[in-house]
């Protein structure tokens, strides 16, 4: 029996091919954003864009993303027309002013760019009408002073800044979930704890730290690395394996919930200056600089990530050890292509 002309075309028709999902990381040429990028365009086959305030930043994964120029805090129409060109799934919001010391000398810009930067990325993401997946990145400093009976420290930790930072952090948080119950936003929130690895600032310790050594080495400093509070302990853990969080947390994680971030135990800034001594090429001697010191320190923290774990499977897994010494080698690389440029 002769089958119909219908059956014919529809035999014929080809499987549709699904449409790649994509992701928006602001502040991709930052610190962390820079390494979600490179992890997603490893790890996923979406298509990735990047917003950042500055242009230029050099990264061997730049051309592989759409990267746009902008400033979220005072740009919303133009951040609107960014969003409905994507049209993202995801959205990781990172751009932020992120320098706890930064916030004691301008608390108001701290307060400003965090708060309003993220408000007008939550509304841009409104405005599609798709209501993609939103990761907000709050901080380990809103809970702020904890003591040795919180420790460690779960979400459910009450919230007590202790800095203008810790305080931008908490209403970011806050926002997040705002928007998640009065629009159903599928926003997810993150509170990562201390995170280093290549690529850092030196405004941050352990970068600052290893860039001190890879000077000294060099010969461009003499071999005294100035500290400032080296008794405060903090959970580090390597930048990889935060992003790493980011993306399983916005894919996986719960609307509306929040998640730790972090190695699950601490070390003393001490313990970490010890770390890069013994990887100094040169013998140096520590001394105490009081302009590094901070008006509040919070003694200790260390992070509960239980509830990122069950949901996620998620777990920090780089040793310190090994994250101190690829930023080592990061600034080695930093100052010998800084003396190899011509004068």
Same mark, same amino acid.
């Given at each position: 029996?002769?089958?119909?002309?219908?059956?014919?075309?529809?035999?014929?028709?080809?499987?549709?091919?699904?449409?790649?999902?994509?992701?928006?990381?602001?502040?991709?040429?930052?610190?962390?954003?820079?390494?979600?990028?490179?992890?997603?365009?490893?790890?996923?086959?979406?298509?990735?864009?990047?917003?950042?305030?500055?242009?230029?930043?050099? !990264? $061997?994964?730049?051309?592989?993303?759409?990267? *746009? /120029?902008?400033? +979220?805090?005072?740009?919303?129409?133009?951040?609107? =027309?960014?969003?409905?060109?994507?049209?993202?799934?995801?959205?990781?919001?990172?751009?932020?002013?992120?320098?706890?010391?930064?916030?004691?000398?301008?608390?108001?810009?701290?307060?400003?760019?965090?708060?309003?930067?993220?408000?007008?990325?939550?509304? !841009? $993401?409104?405005?599609?009408?798709?209501?993609? *997946? /939103?990761?907000? +990145?709050?901080?380990?400093?809103?809970?702020?002073? =904890?003591?040795?009976?919180?420790?460690?420290?779960?979400?459910?930790?009450?919230?007590?800044?202790?800095?203008?930072?810790?305080?931008?952090?908490?209403?970011?948080?806050?926002?997040?979930?705002?928007?998640?119950?009065?629009?159903?936003?599928?926003?997810?929130?993150?509170?990562?704890?201390?995170?280093?690895?290549?690529?850092?600032?030196?405004?941050?310790?352990?970068?600052?730290?290893?860039?001190?050594?890879?000077?000294?080495?060099?010969?461009?400093?003499?071999?005294?690395?100035?500290?400032?509070?080296?008794?405060?302990?903090?959970?580090?853990?390597?930048?990889?394996?935060?992003?790493?969080?980011?993306?399983?947390?916005?894919?996986?994680?719960?609307?509306?919930?929040?998640?730790?971030?972090?190695?699950?135990?601490?070390?003393?800034?001490?313990?970490?200056?010890?770390?890069?001594?013994?990887?100094?090429?040169?013998?140096?001697?520590?001394?105490?600089?009081?302009?590094?010191?901070?008006?509040?320190?919070?003694?200790?923290?260390?992070?509960?990530?239980?509830?990122?774990?069950?949901?996620?499977?998620?777990?920090?897994?780089?040793?310190?050890?090994?994250?101190?010494?690829?930023?080592?080698?990061?600034?080695?690389?930093?100052?010998?292509?800084?003396?190899?440029?011509?004068?």
């Amino acid at each position: 029996m002769a089958r119909s002309g219908c059956a014919d075309r529809v035999a014929w028709i080809p499987f549709a091919r699904r449409a790649a999902l994509k992701a928006l990381i602001t502040g991709s040429g930052g610190f962390a954003g820079g390494h979600l990028a490179e992890y997603l365009l490893q790890h996923t086959d979406w298509e990735v864009a990047g917003l950042d305030l500055v242009a230029g930043r050099p !990264a $061997a994964w730049r051309d592989k993303m759409t990267q *746009r /120029v902008g400033d +979220i805090l005072t740009d919303l129409a133009q951040l609107q =027309v960014f969003f409905a060109e994507i049209r993202p799934d995801y959205v990781f919001h990172l751009a932020a002013q992120a320098f706890v010391p930064s916030s004691w000398a301008d608390p108001w810009n701290t307060l400003a760019n965090n708060i309003r930067g993220q408000l007008n990325v939550l509304l !841009a $993401a409104i405005s599609l009408g798709t209501k993609p *997946r /939103v990761l907000v +990145i709050g901080s380990a400093e809103e809970y702020g002073a =904890v003591t040795a009976a919180d420790l460690p420290i779960d979400e459910e930790t009450p919230l007590r800044p202790t800095s203008p930072y810790a305080v931008s952090k908490v209403t970011q948080d806050a926002l997040g979930y705002q928007y998640y119950a009065s629009h159903r936003l599928p926003v997810i929130r993150v509170r990562p704890f201390n995170h280093i690895g290549p690529a850092q600032s030196p405004a941050f310790v352990t970068s600052d730290f290893a860039k001190q050594v890879a000077e000294a080495e060099a010969g461009q400093r003499e071999p005294i690395l100035r500290v400032g509070n080296v008794e405060v302990r903090r959970d580090f853990s390597d930048v990889r394996d935060i992003v790493r969080g980011y993306h399983l947390a916005l894919t996986r994680g719960e609307p509306g919930e929040v998640y730790n971030l972090g190695a699950e135990r601490s070390y003393s800034i001490r313990q970490v200056l010890d770390i890069l001594l013994s990887l100094s090429r040169v013998k140096m001697t520590v001394e105490q600089d009081p302009k590094r010191l901070r008006p509040a320190e919070i003694p200790d923290l260390v992070a509960d990530c239980a509830r990122i774990r069950a949901k996620t499977g998620w777990k920090a897994t780089i040793p310190v050890e090994q994250s101190l010494y690829d930023v080592l080698e990061y600034w080695r690389g930093q100052v010998r292509q800084t003396a190899e440029q011509p004068a």
